[in-house]
């Protein structure tokens, strides 16, 4: 994993995923006391970063690999970054997803062109169905983070706070991380080591799955104690990766940790003061910059937003 | 008014306004049967493109009127982007406002650094006070449409289009536009004929407040047999300015008309597919792009978001 991978994903990504802006506001500015700059990768096609790195990976593969096809086990923002990335390299897609996901999910993914296979998540191994379908029909399994070529991906993302940040002024800041697996913390750490060493990554997640900040504070791998009854769903996994978390311990500063609550309200505030969706697991990052101002120094700090993919009902609960 | 007053203000605007992206969703494509590109101008300062016509007209006052400062009439988009522009340019703001005008409008506009002036509406006389005011202190009335600085400033946003949709490969299609008093409608109607004349600006009205559209159709400006009511507030003006219009005639398609109904539901899709807030008079053009699709010909069109303040509870009902 290094900076010329990211720059390689870069060049492919390039016409393709979108240069999602750097949004600002006076009133956030004013929450914080230091300048707040939100890159707002919910504008992402499919609405998060997974885009980047489900495209990445595909284009990556060998005109051979793409033909017989991918396979991904995700129920969320991953699924449809990998079946639109499949679809738009004419590569046949197989999503994994359990049963009991949300019934629009399952029709996104399949309107993106990919097909969906369902498991029982009490009685089937999913990873036997996939290994299954994988052998038989030759598909080349794209991981959601703790994949090279993922992290390329991510880190592409990175890529553009660098020079965006550069061409704004700011050459020393935070830079806060929604962090799941690490798959975009990393790949922004190691883009901004190369391109803006006075920005620093810093991965945030919401409280009870704090893995990441655990990890980066007793130096080895911790676990979540449990992966279910998140608010922040999307970025719940069972402990860093292992391609990521060396990386992060040598680019990230510590991890931060916020509330449910403050996601919530970050998610509103993204709506009223910046006019853009925000899934609470995509809020944690702003939620950091804005309540959690004694976590960084300096006069500014950057907040990658990075989903919006959220049931009506969630967001409602934010707004009220 | 002409296309070189168009290109100075956007020299004005450069490196202050936002260069909102152009968003799309495989998801819209389907539902309108063409290619939909969405100008997502919502992500300007202050939530809409207001802030574009009040930078233009402010950075175009002479220093001696700039430090008297300026006074606009306005309880929404206007007054914020006038108040946001003046206290850039270090100048006094002066807003006048009904004093039942909902107080965050008021709480934000003072936010933003101006003196808000409030007026009974069923008592007093808002022109009066107004000129009173810019009389004593030598202010300058910047209006919300009829104004060549302020349809310059908007226009900004045409050439973007122009350049933006170009770039896409896209030379040939409808831009639909929200239109209230033109100002917006006109400058980007003058800016694509002079850079990308393949692009038609079509105003985009709610129903029972087209005076725009029947203006076009009948040759001569017609009013609005009614102010309030509609759902789409922002862009509800008795009838197309004086400036405004002629250019409209000379450049436009004809006006097209939606639904509260169908605003509310561009407003959903928004949410869902692209990631942005709208608020109901931002959302007709979408809308039109939409649900209206026999208005227009060819296998693109184009959309232009124009502004995302709206109260939660109108957004609840969008979402519901």
Redesign the interface.
């Known amino acids: 994993m290094n900076i010329e991978m990211i720059r390689a994903a870069a060049e492919r990504l390039a016409g393709h995923a ?1 240069r ?2 750097i ?1 600002t506001s ?2 956030l500015d ?1 929450i914080a006391g230091r300048r707040v700059f939100v890159k ?1 990768e ?2 992402q ?1 499919t ?1 998060s970063f997974k885009f980047r790195g489900g495209w990445s990976a595909v284009s990556a593969l060998p005109a051979q690999a793409l033909q017989k096809g991918v396979i991904a086990f995700s129920s969320g923002n991953h699924a449809q970054g990998v079946a ?1 990335a499949a679809r738009s390299h004419g590569a046949p897609a197989v999503i994994i997803m359990p049963a009991d996901a949300p019934a629009v999910k399952i029709a ?1 993914t399949r ?2 062109g990919a097909e969906v296979v369902l498991y029982d998540r009490t009685t089937e191994d999913r990873d036997a169905i996939g290994d299954r379908l994988a052998a038989a029909r030759g598909l080349t399994l794209i991981k959601p983070y703790d994949e090279p070529q993922v992290i390329a991906g991510q880190g592409s993302c990175g890529l553009e706070i660098a020079a965006q940040m550069t061409a704004l002024g700011v050459t020393s800041a935070d830079v806060m991380v929604c962090c799941g697996g690490g798959g975009l913390t990393s790949g922004i750490a190691l883009a901004l080591a190369a391109d803006a060493p006075g920005l620093r990554a810093r991965p945030v997640e919401p409280e009870g799955f704090d893995d990441a900040t655990r990890s980066l504070a007793s130096g080895r791998i911790e676990r979540n104690a449990r992966l279910s009854g998140s608010l922040c769903d999307a970025i719940v996994t069972p402990q860093p990766g292992n391609l990521t978390f060396p990386i992060m311990q040598q680019h990230c500063g510590p991890g931060v940790v916020v509330s449910d609550d403050q996601a919530l309200q970050a998610m ?1 505030l993204a ?1 009223d ?6 899934e609470p697991g995509g809020a944690v990052a702003l939620a950091a910059a804005l309540f959690h101002p004694e976590a960084s120094e300096g006069d500014a700090v950057i907040a990658v937003a990075t989903g ?1 993919n959220v049931d ?1 009902a969630v ?2 609960k934010a ?2």
């Open positions: 979108r999602t802006p949004l006076p009133f004013v707002a919910c504008l096609h609405g639109l996104n309107a993106l509103a709506f003061r910046l006019k853009i969706v925000l919006g009506p967001f409602l707004l009220a």
